[in-house]
């Protein structure tokens, strides 16, 4: 270190000095001339260095000055709206990799000249930061985004999102660091879309940490890997003219090559095919299929497109007010009932909740949200899923009666007891939170699913939305092409059983990914017990 060096210095110095002193002058005058013209010379690099120390201590002092007054300005712009400012996805991604990546580089920098109260202070917020985990979350979310919505990799960098005022951008670095998220989880779609944009932005001007010789290795074997060989050659072959010297580019160069030409043999024909000029985008490559067989279905519903609604079909939907066959509670003021979807039938009720009731029962649950979880189809233990990303929480109707009144409500409006039901389920959908389609019932082939609460199979599902959504969040049906938007106040209910008991297979349903906004539901589902004489069997199996 800078440190260390003019030590080292020093120590030459006064060990010079010290030996010079004991030797009680047997040296000529001439050789003292000459020693101590060397250490004129170096007294002059000693306070080169010291300058040089002094310098690099400023330009580090210089760092942290600037990430100071670029974190306050941006604090101030998140602190006036948080929710806002939160509800842009890239705003969200950025917020998790300044605490996970660049605030421990920070730490690291004044480490190099210990600040206790910086330390002491990271040492007590760091139990609170985002880890490598979730940044990586944070990260594969905005290509769920992506991918769902049909957004480019530009309109992400530059913030390009419909319905958002808060201006974010991400950088070359920030494209990089995604494309290598991707690459390191073998997403090489998505890490060719990511490094693309990168190198675009790197071309454009852009300043940048990472080199481009780093972006091009990555680039050119995702490509590879996209089964795209004449790109892949050209890619390398820049990276090859930046470094002669990679250590993989020239072995994978040839490699490349020998494998086009193999090819091309095979099909008969002459010549190096030539790389297309188009800049890599969405659309260039074909998406990998995976597990979810509707996922084609299920993004065009989260889109607006497909929607299955006719105008015939429209016409047999009506609005009305429901009182609940003349329950007392609901008579004076019975609940607005819409029709969303004529079969399997689905309806709305509006102002189902009161803007106090939802601020309360956030407030119960908020301290309570853990990483939301599904039951298990062979063992019926609740776990976490890759399809599911949210947040949720159970609150008791004991707890408060804000939630004893919603679960009465519930009652009262489906004519279905509650008694036998799962607790009230608060879940909050963050940047890119989604459920991917499933079933609210088990199936025949899940028999044990529901086994340890003894309450038999859920029957319906309410769901209450506590929030607007700017931008996505739809809950869409892929079987028969529904769409139904959140909308604050209103609830929306549904049988996923039919009076038989056979389960409704239409009633698939996902929860499409919140592409800005943040999207509070609570949910309660009913399961058969109780109802033998409130919904009564029908005569055939799907009555």
């Known amino acids: 270190s800078r440190g260390g060096y003019v030590l080292s210095i020093f120590l030459r110095f006064h060990l010079l ?14 050789l003292l001339l000459g020693q101590m013209t060397d250490l004129i010379y170096t007294e002059k690099e000693l306070v080169q260095s010291l300058k040089e120390y002094i310098k690099a201590e400023e330009s580090k002092l210089d760092a942290v000055k600037s990430w100071a007054n670029k974190l306050d300005v941006l604090t101030r712009v ?49 139990q609170y930061f985002p880890d490598q985990e979730d940044e990586k979350g944070a990260a594969k979310a905005l290509m769920r985004l992506q991918d769902t919505y049909k957004l480019d990799s530009e309109s992400f960098a530059r913030g390009k999102l419909p319905g958002m005022h808060h201006n ?40 940048h940490v990472v080199s481009k010789a780093d972006v091009l290795d990555y680039l050119s074997y995702s490509v590879y890997q996209m089964g795209d060989l004449p790109r892949a050659i050209e890619l390398t072959r820049r990276l090859v003219a930046i470094d002669s010297s990679h250590q993989r580019a020239g072995g994978n160069l040839r490699y490349f090559e020998k494998l086009l030409s193999k090819q091309l043999n095979e099909l008969n024909q002459e010549g190096q095919e030539p790389a297309t000029e188009e800049p890599i985008q969405l659309g260039t490559y074909k998406r990998p299929n995976d597990y979810l067989p509707e996922r084609e279905i299920y993004e065009a519903l989260c889109r607006g497109e497909g929607v299955k609604m006719t105008t015939e079909r429209r016409s047999r939907l009506y609005c009305r ?17 819409e029709d969303e979807w004529d079969s399997p039938h689905i309806v709305r009720y509006l102002n189902a909740l009161s803007d106090q009731e939802i601020e309360k029962i956030k407030e119960l649950a908020k301290p309570r949200l853990a990483r939301a979880t599904v039951r298990d189809p062979i063992t019926g233990v609740l776990t976490t899923a890759n399809y599911r990303v949210s947040k949720s929480a159970w609150l008791e109707g004991e707890e408060d009666p804000v939630i004893e009144r919603v679960n009465q409500r519930i009652e009262d409006i489906t004519g279905l007891t509650t008694q036998t039901a799962e607790l009230l389920q608060i879940a909050n959908y963050g940047v890119g939170g989604q459920y991917e389609p499933h079933f609210d019932f088990s199936r025949k082939e899940e028999p044990d699913a529901f086994k340890t609460l003894g309450t038999g199979n859920r029957v319906a599902t309410f769901l209450n939305y506590m929030s607007d959504v700017e931008a996505g969040g739809a809950t869409v049906f892929p079987d028969f092409g529904a769409a139904i938007y959140p909308k604050k106040g209103t609830a929306v209910f549904w049988y996923n059983l039919f009076r038989s008991g056979e389960g409704d297979y239409r009633t698939r349903h996902a929860a499409c990914p919140v592409l800005v906004g943040s999207k509070w539901v609570s949910n309660k589902w009913i399961h058969e017990r109780g109802q033998e004489f409130r919904r009564p069997c029908g005569l055939t199996e799907v009555d």
């Not at 998220?181 to 852009?206: C, F, I, K, P, S």
């Not at 007010?321 to 003021?333: C, E, K, V």
Request: charged content about 20%; glycine content about 4%; hydrophobic content about 35%.
């Open 78 to 126: 998140s602190t006036l709206d948080p929710e806002g400012y939160l509800a842009h996805p890239v705003n969200a991604y950025k917020l998790m990799k300044r605490l996970n990546t660049e605030w421990s580089e920070l730490e690291s920098l004044v480490l190099q000249d210990p600040s206790d109260g910086f330390i002491s202070n990271m040492t007590v917020h760091r």
């Open 17 to 30: 000095k010290s030996f010079s002193t004991s030797q009680n002058c047997f040296f000529s005058l001439n």
């Open 321 to 337: 007010y429901h009182d609940g066959n003349r329950n007392p509670r609901l008579l004076l003021q019975p609940m607005k009932e």
């Open 168 to 207: 974010a951008i991400l950088t070359v670095d920030d494209c990089y660091d995604m494309g290598k998220t991707a690459y390191n989880e073998a997403d090489y779609y998505h890490a060719v879309l990511w490094m693309q944009q990168a190198l675009r932005q790197m071309d454009a001007g852009e300043e």
